[in-house]
Protein backbone atom coordinates (compact mmCIF):
# COMPACT_ATOMS: atom_id res chain seq x y z
CA UNK A 1 0.00 0.00 0.00
CA UNK A 2 1.28 3.40 -0.65
CA UNK A 3 0.00 6.61 1.06
CA UNK A 4 1.16 9.96 -0.99
CA UNK A 5 1.03 12.00 2.34
CA UNK A 6 4.32 13.58 3.91
CA UNK A 7 5.08 11.36 7.36
CA UNK A 8 4.17 13.24 10.52
CA UNK A 9 6.20 13.44 13.43
CA UNK A 10 5.53 12.21 17.16
CA UNK A 11 6.87 15.35 18.69
CA UNK A 12 3.73 17.42 16.99
CA UNK A 13 1.18 14.86 17.91
CA UNK A 14 -0.23 17.26 21.25
CA UNK A 15 -1.32 20.38 22.08
CA UNK A 16 -0.91 20.39 25.92
CA UNK A 17 -1.27 17.14 27.76
CA UNK A 18 -3.92 14.76 25.73
CA UNK A 19 -5.63 17.37 23.22
CA UNK A 20 -4.53 16.44 18.97
CA UNK A 21 -3.02 18.92 17.21
CA UNK A 22 -4.79 21.19 14.19
CA UNK A 23 -2.52 20.05 12.23
CA UNK A 24 -2.21 16.29 13.34
CA UNK A 25 -6.13 16.15 12.98
CA UNK A 26 -5.75 17.19 9.61
CA UNK A 27 -2.92 14.89 8.92
CA UNK A 28 -5.41 11.91 9.78
CA UNK A 29 -8.07 13.21 8.04
CA UNK A 30 -6.09 13.05 4.70
CA UNK A 31 -4.48 9.86 5.93
CA UNK A 32 -8.03 7.71 6.19
CA UNK A 33 -9.20 10.29 2.57
CA UNK A 34 -6.28 8.75 0.93
CA UNK A 35 -6.73 4.79 2.48
CA UNK A 36 -9.96 4.69 1.50
CA UNK A 37 -10.37 1.03 0.36
CA UNK A 38 -7.29 -0.42 1.91
CA UNK A 39 -6.97 -4.17 2.76
CA UNK A 40 -8.29 -5.08 6.13
CA UNK A 41 -6.24 -7.06 8.48
CA UNK A 42 -6.60 -8.53 11.45
CA UNK A 43 -5.02 -10.82 14.08
CA UNK A 44 -0.80 -10.30 14.80
CA UNK A 45 1.05 -8.50 12.29
CA UNK A 46 4.07 -7.41 10.87
CA UNK A 47 4.43 -4.26 9.56
CA UNK A 48 6.93 -2.75 7.33
CA UNK A 49 7.21 1.48 7.02
CA UNK A 50 9.35 2.78 4.47
CA UNK A 51 8.93 7.12 5.25
CA UNK A 52 10.15 9.20 1.95
CA UNK A 53 10.68 12.74 3.27
CA UNK A 54 12.47 15.66 2.02
CA UNK A 55 13.83 16.33 5.92
CA UNK A 56 15.38 13.67 5.97
CA UNK A 57 18.54 14.77 8.29
CA UNK A 58 16.46 16.32 10.86
CA UNK A 59 13.91 13.63 10.96
CA UNK A 60 13.74 10.63 13.58
CA UNK A 61 12.56 7.55 11.59
CA UNK A 62 10.90 6.20 15.43
CA UNK A 63 8.89 9.75 15.33
CA UNK A 64 7.37 8.72 12.32
CA UNK A 65 6.23 5.28 13.26
CA UNK A 66 3.46 6.11 16.00
CA UNK A 67 1.29 8.44 13.88
CA UNK A 68 1.25 6.35 11.19
CA UNK A 69 0.52 2.86 13.33
CA UNK A 70 -2.37 5.20 14.94
CA UNK A 71 -3.89 6.08 11.76
CA UNK A 72 -3.60 2.74 10.03
CA UNK A 73 -5.88 1.50 13.28
CA UNK A 74 -8.49 4.50 13.33
CA UNK A 75 -9.28 4.12 9.57
CA UNK A 76 -9.53 0.23 10.56
CA UNK A 77 -7.07 -0.72 8.55
CA UNK A 78 -5.16 -3.13 10.87
CA UNK A 79 -7.60 -3.80 13.92
CA UNK A 80 -5.44 -2.60 16.91
CA UNK A 81 -1.52 -1.42 17.08
CA UNK A 82 -1.52 -4.21 19.91
CA UNK A 83 -1.61 -7.15 17.56
CA UNK A 84 1.29 -5.51 16.11
CA UNK A 85 3.77 -8.01 17.07
CA UNK A 86 7.01 -6.37 14.50
CA UNK A 87 7.81 -3.40 13.09
CA UNK A 88 10.55 -2.32 10.70
CA UNK A 89 11.05 1.58 9.24
CA UNK A 90 13.36 3.47 7.19
CA UNK A 91 13.84 6.81 5.78
CA UNK A 92 14.86 7.83 2.48
CA UNK A 93 15.13 11.37 1.37
CA UNK A 94 12.98 12.32 -1.41
CA UNK A 95 11.28 15.26 -3.18
CA UNK A 96 8.17 13.72 -3.28
CA UNK A 97 6.68 12.48 0.32
CA UNK A 98 5.13 9.25 0.84
CA UNK A 99 4.81 6.41 3.26
CA UNK A 100 4.77 2.41 1.64
CA UNK A 101 3.38 0.47 3.85
CA UNK A 102 3.59 -3.36 3.55
CA UNK A 103 1.19 -5.58 6.30
CA UNK A 104 1.88 -9.20 6.97
CA UNK A 105 0.64 -11.70 8.98
CA UNK A 106 2.80 -12.96 11.85
CA UNK A 107 2.78 -16.38 13.46
CA UNK A 108 0.58 -16.22 16.75
CA UNK A 109 2.90 -15.41 19.39
CA UNK A 110 4.19 -18.43 21.87
CA UNK A 111 3.24 -18.35 25.40
CA UNK A 112 5.45 -19.41 28.45
CA UNK A 113 4.71 -21.68 31.29
Same mark, same amino acid.
Given at each position: ???????????????????? $??????????????????????????????????????????????????????????????????????????????????? $??????????
Amino acid at each position: MRIDIKPFSANRLWKGRRYK $TKEYQAWRDEFGWLSKGSTKHTGYLEINLKFYIKSFKVSDVDNLIKPTLDALQENRIIENDKYVLKVSAEKFHSKDERIEINI $TPYEEPQTMA
